[in-house]
């Protein structure tokens, strides 16, 4: 399954967050979206998933139009995590993940056997099922991501978007979050990351997409894409890549 | 946290005790048609009388309290959940002082004596009316917007009602108004019922519509949207549901509050904080909980029958405050 985005723009009162970008995102690869803060990324990923409407551009899933699909169908197809954390009221984790389902089950259906099995291989996936019958709200940082994670895996979507998985983490919980997205891709499905750690994003993704003032300035693998001259010119940081760091 | 009782247990448990609480408010009554007048009448040769006092009077009173007091408890719980704060009632979206207005223009008008069922149409109206003001507001706005429009609604609705009072051409209408204004169940009909039931109902499968959706905001409105949730036809069915319903309620009972906050608050816990298994529940709490305070208002008396909103406003207030009391570590969290 693969997912394209082709000339995307995205406008809000005649300032243009997103200008014509294009990218792409194929089963089994694990793809970092990287640059500075204000680039875009989180706007992009909104635009393609078609919660954010868009001034010019299409996606495509599979070359056909993603976006005039039902809301739910859609859903089905691509995942995704958004960057807020915050869960209302007390719900249990297993609860918090069974939400994953929403877009498989009918308007007053109930779990199905199947829902619960893959609710079961989600909590397994981040190693949650210790938490299952505690409240979200009371959960820790690390233990909120892994299972607002799970409910993202939940869904068994083909692909798969994650706005900033890693933020606010300890490095353990980041490794954590990162190996379960890469087991992820290498099960088969397409996982798009929207990530600010470069180390992290250097050492796991096969590829880097590098947005900056709304356009894609660089696509291609990690040890390519992470050169000193885009370090300057995109982060406005002197310095040498990652890889050279560590 | 699991739910410390089985949901079919809990709703079974609740329906039981609306089916009770009806059943005593057919047959309890004021001192001059008690239960033991009524089953004494009934046993002698005056049983036409007793009857007709339960078709005609208790009936349609029972019935309104039930279905009233369940549009309020679940039309609190669906907009709790659509909001996602637990401080919301059907008042603060405008709806149900909308509906007040409605009626007191009736009644200040005149109107309400010139045609049967004038008054209740006029909240109706006054009802929907609101409901699609929001509708214009917040088509492009999120929650706030409909928050902050529904407190300017319902501050323009206050207002325009004091000046109906204020201009009541006498002491008279004014307190009629005054009446009307604290709700109560007393004295209504069967038309009155007909009316209202039909409506009442249709709110009720609208808001039903929107059980799912408001399970997937828990987790904010971004990944709902994700999930497949229509944020824009969420919003459409909560505010519909809750003008029909609320309105229509309001508009035969006048304004009858803390139900709609209260109830759900009680079962939120009972029903593990799910905001679709929070909606039927509350409902039935709702029924129970306005059938009891009408029951115990003709069973206590002060001189003259205690208003109906007036009892769930004396009941409700210190128990919110002591709701707040106690949960106030976990509402800052």
Not at chain 1, 191 to 209: P, T
Not at chain 2, 45 to 72: N, S
Not at chain 2, 184 to 190: E, F, N, Q
Request: proline share 6%; aromatic share 4%.
């Amino acid at each position: 399954m693969k997912l394209e985005g082709k000339g995307i723009s995205v406008e809000i009162r005649e300032r243009e967050l997103v200008s014509g970008a294009s990218l792409h995102l194929s089963g089994g690869e694990l793809v970092g979206l990287i640059g500075p803060n204000g680039a875009g990324k989180s706007t992009l990923l909104r635009a393609m998933l078609g919660i954010r409407d868009t001034s010019a551009g299409e996606v495509l899933l599979d070359s056909k139009a993603f976006l005039s699909l039902p809301a739910r169908e859609r859903a089905r197809y691509v995942a995704f995590l958004p960057q807020e954390r915050r869960v209302e009221w007390r719900l249990p984790a297993y609860d918090i993940v069974m939400l994953g389902r929403y877009p498989h089950q009918a308007t007053f259906g109930s779990a199905s056997s199947e829902d619960r099995a893959a609710v079961n291989r989600a909590l397994d996936a981040v190693d949650g099922h210790e938490l299952r019958d505690r409240p979200v709200a009371v959960l820790s940082g690390g233990e909120r991501t892994r299972i607002l994670l799970a409910r993202a895996l939940a869904v068994e979507a083909p692909l798969l978007l994650v706005d900033e998985p890693t933020a606010a983490l300890d490095p353990y919980h980041q490794l954590h979050v990162m190996e379960i997205l890469r087991d992820r891709a290498r099960s088969g499905a397409g996982v798009l990351a929207v990530m600010h750690d470069l180390a992290l994003a250097e050492r796991f993704m096969d590829r880097l997409i590098v947005m900056n003032s709304g356009s894609i300035v660089a696509d291609g693998p990690p040890r390519s894409v992470l050169t000193p001259e885009l370090l300057a010119s995109v982060y406005r940081i002197a310095g040498s890549p990652p890889q050279r760091l560590a | 946290m699991k739910p410390p009782v089985p949901y079919p247990l809990l709703i079974a448990g609740l329906a039981v005790f609306v089916v009770a609480l009806a059943f005593l408010s057919m047959i309890v009554g004021p001192a001059t048609a008690g239960t033991f007048e009524l089953f004494d009448m009934m046993a002698h040769e005056k049983a036409d009388v007793a009857w007709m006092i339960m078709r005609e009077v208790r009936l349609p009173r029972t019935a309104l309290a039930l279905l009233v007091g369940m549009t309020l408890g679940l039309a609190g719980a669906a907009l709790q959940g659509f909001l996602r704060n637990p401080l919301a009632d059907p008042g603060i979206v405008g709806v149900s002082p909308a509906a007040s207005l409605g009626a007191v223009l009736a009644l200040y008008t005149g109107l309400s004596t010139a045609i049967p069922l004038a008054l209740p149409l006029m909240g109706i109206l006054g009802a929907l009316l609101c409901a699609l003001l929001l509708h214009g507001l917040a088509r492009r706005g999120g929650v706030l917007t409909l928050v902050l429009a529904g407190v300017a609604v319902s501050s323009l609705c206050a207002a325009l009602m004091s000046l109906a009072l204020n201009l009541s051409p006498n002491p008279y209408a004014a307190a009629e108004i005054m009446f009307w204004l604290m709700g109560s169940v007393t004295d209504r009909s069967m038309d009155h019922l007909l009316l209202a039931g039909p409506l009442m109902a249709l709110g009720w499968l609208i808001l039903a519509a929107s059980a799912r959706s408001l399970d997937a905001l828990s987790l904010g409105e971004e990944a709902a949207a994700g999930l497949g949730v229509n944020l824009a036809r969420t919003r459409t069915l909560v505010i519909t549901g809750t003008a029909i319903s609320v309105g229509a309620g309001t508009a035969v009972t006048g304004g009858i509050g803390f139900i709609g906050l209260v109830v759900p608050h009680i079962l939120r816990p009972l029903v593990g904080h799910t905001p679709s298994r929070l909606l039927l529940a509350s409902a039935l709490g709702g029924g129970a909980l306005l059938l009891a305070a009408d029951i115990l208002v003709r069973v206590v008396m002060f001189g003259s029958e205690l208003k109906l909103g007036v009892l769930t406003a004396l009941i409700g207030a210190p128990f919110f405050l002591w709701l707040i009391f106690r949960a106030r570590t976990e509402l800052e969290s």
